[in-house]
């Protein structure tokens, strides 16, 4: 019964609840049976034509001055939304070849509210990977102060929503990604998770073509420097979370001496080996499902119980039903036990959202789907009408998988699960599979270590919170400790980010910061 609901929860992210979420949700990569789990997908694309030549008249110039036309391109903002504007800007398919495909970042810049005493530009990420940052632009609420004195750019990084986007499936195959079973309990039920995988995998290559191979990290951080450059800015400033603090961390180590005003909230562990990170995560899991289910049972109406040990059981019991037996919903669609972790796992990531998860979880225990259904579709971004709103699950795997393959052999990833159910009985055989997404993934990376620590940066202000279920608060301390000019900030409680959460005390620091661009004391704690 425990492992079948450890296995309930399951799926990849190198940095988020959210990452590791939507990977699981998703279940990304493409695998066979073999000794390595499976060959590579094919990559060369049948399709996809999603990349494209230069424009004409776009900085043209001899060879050899490829990049500095997209440093210094002529960038048009257009009106899109009450005093908002919207750009489209090129760059690189390829930073080697810079002279070859382009491919375009789409960004929203809302005008700081006292243009003559503007300090400059604040760009804004929220994490995944494969999240909108246009539309976090529309739900990051900086202070008065801030906003008044920079204007905010969000923008979608590449392989993302509204620049060259990555897609791998139709809508209703992406359906029955998301909703397949990931916790194989047998041979058959490997080679079906696995057989999916490739098919998800191929689907990547055949609709987003040589994209695919171009969706790290390192490259969508040299995409914020051009974008740096086309707002005239000298400095890149920058509140990043979650994953974004990864993207942040990976700025400064390309381009330390550029580093303006930038945070990095929760933080994430860029050089973390693999299986320390599906450790971690499974602990930060386990411990704010812990603090979840606590505050359930002190109330009068949790639906698990009337402790954490049997609240803990009964959910346990509940995804096992789930497994044998889909839950029916209105729509039509049955609520699988990938479907249900989705949905799960979404409302672990904030206090303001446990009484909602409270409701799902007493309607599955009911024998209604509905309510985990609706959150599980709110996590992966799918609408009412069966359509989904970005290409968060496909961006997630694009950029995971190839930021950080993980090639572990069948026999390996079974051999590391004792640890990891030690850890967690709900979660630590989701995190045993972890590695299976990206084992056979088409693209292989070619990309270099980098040093995090960033000689010469201004500092940084790294945020971290104790019970944090996305990123491990042990991450944003490893972070603060391997950036030179690290300044650790923690947040003790719940919540992902943690600016935003409420938490006035994080708030005055982080706009005191943006506003003068001096942090608090290292290692200060709200």
């Known amino acids: 019964m425990l492992t079948k609901v450890a296995r309930f929860l399951r799926r990849r992210s190198r940095r988020t609840l959210l990452?590791?979420?939507?990977v699981l949700a998703g279940g990304l990569a493409a695998c066979g049976t073999a000794q390595r789990i499976g060959d590579p997908a094919p990559t060369t694309a049948t399709s996809a034509p999603v990349m494209q030549g230069l424009p004409a008249g776009f900085g043209a110039g001899p060879p050899g001055q490829g990049l500095a036309r997209?440093?210094?391109?002529?960038v048009t903002w257009t009106p899109c939304g009450d005093s908002d504007k919207c750009a489209s800007v090129w760059v690189p398919l390829d930073y080697v070849h810079p002279d070859g495909l382009a491919i375009t970042i789409r960004a929203k810049m809302r005008p700081s509210g006292d243009p003559a005493h503007a300090f400059g530009t604040i760009f804004v990420n929220p994490g995944g990977p494969g999240r909108s940052g246009i539309a976090f632009l529309d739900r990051v609420d900086f202070a008065a102060p801030v906003t008044s004195e920079s204007q905010v750019v969000g923008f979608d990084p590449r392989g993302v929503g509204e620049s060259t986007p990555v897609h791998c499936l139709p809508s209703r195959e992406l359906d029955a990604y998301v909703?397949?079973?990931?916790?194989?309990?047998?041979?058959?039920?490997?080679?079906?998770?696995?057989?999916?995988?490739?098919?998800?995998?191929?689907?990547?290559?055949?609709?987003?073509?040589p994209l695919l191979s171009h969706v790290?990290?390192?490259?969508?951080?040299?995409?914020?420097?051009?974008?740096?450059?086309?707002?005239?800015?000298?400095?890149?400033?920058?509140?990043?979370?979650?994953?974004?603090?990864?993207?942040?961390?990976?700025?400064?180590?390309?381009?330390?001496?550029?580093v303006g005003r930038m945070v990095l909230d929760g933080g994430v562990d860029p050089d973390q080996p693999p299986h320390a990170r599906a450790l971690g995560q499974t602990i930060a899991l386990q411990t704010a499902l812990t603090a979840y289910l606590t505050d359930c049972v002190s109330g009068k109406h949790c639906p698990l119980g009337g402790n954490v040990t049997a609240a803990q059981m009964h959910l346990i019991e509940l995804f096992r039903q789930i497994?044998?037996?889909?839950?029916?919903?209105?729509?039509?669609?049955?609520?699988?036990?990938?479907?249900?972790?989705?949905?799960?796992?979404?409302?672990?990531?904030?206090?303001?959202?446990?009484?909602?998860?409270?409701?799902?979880?007493?309607?599955?225990?009911?024998?209604?789907?509905?309510?985990?259904?609706?959150?599980?579709?709110?996590?992966?971004?799918?609408?009412?009408?069966?359509?989904?709103?970005?290409?968060?699950?496909?961006?997630?795997?694009?950029?995971?998988?190839?930021?950080?393959?993980?090639?572990r052999s069948l026999a390996d990833i079974q051999a590391r699960s004792s640890e990891l159910l030690e850890a967690s009985p709900v979660f630590g055989s989701a995190a045993t599979w972890l590695p299976a997404a990206c084992a056979s993934w088409p693209t292989v990376p070619t990309l270099p270590r980098l040093d995090y620590s960033a000689p010469g940066?201004?500092?940084?202000?790294?945020?971290?919170?104790?019970?944090?279920?996305?990123?491990?608060?042990?991450?944003?301390?490893?972070?603060?400790?391997?950036?030179?000019?690290?300044?650790?900030?923690?947040?003790?409680?719940?919540?992902?980010?943690?600016?935003?959460?409420?938490?006035?005390?994080?708030?005055?620091?982080?706009?005191?910061?943006?506003?003068?661009?001096?942090?608090?004391?290292?290692?200060?704690?709200?």
Request: charged content about 20%.
């Open 19 to 22: 990452a590791m979420i939507v």
């Open 457 to 526: 940066a201004r500092p940084i202000l790294v945020i971290g919170t104790t019970h944090d279920a996305a990123t491990p608060y042990q991450g944003a301390v490893n972070l603060a400790d391997e950036i030179d000019g690290g300044v650790l900030l923690t947040h003790t409680g719940e919540g992902h980010p943690a600016y935003g959460s409420g938490n006035v005390c994080i708030e005055d620091a982080v706009n005191f910061y943006l506003t003068n661009g001096r942090p608090p004391a290292d290692g200060a704690r709200c």
């Open 179 to 209: 909703a397949a079973d990931r916790s194989p309990d047998s041979p058959s039920e490997i080679a079906t998770l696995l057989r999916m995988q490739r098919h998800f995998a191929r689907g990547c290559v055949r609709e987003s073509g």
């Open 70 to 74: 997209y440093y210094h391109q002529q």
């Open 323 to 407: 497994d044998a037996d889909p839950l029916p919903t209105a729509s039509g669609r049955d609520l699988t036990e990938g479907l249900a972790f989705s949905g799960l796992v979404q409302g672990l990531s904030s206090r303001a959202r446990w009484s909602v998860e409270t409701r799902a979880l007493d309607q599955a225990l009911a024998g209604s789907g509905d309510a985990l259904l609706s959150l599980s579709d709110r996590y992966v971004g799918r609408d009412r009408s069966g359509s989904y709103i970005d290409n968060r699950v496909e961006a997630q795997a694009a950029v995971s998988c190839l930021d950080h393959p993980d090639r």
């Open 216 to 258: 790290s990290t390192i490259e969508a951080a040299r995409d914020m420097d051009i974008l740096r450059s086309v707002v005239l800015d000298p400095y890149l400033n920058y509140y990043g979370a979650s994953y974004g603090t990864g993207l942040g961390a990976t700025y400064a180590a390309l381009f330390p001496h550029r």
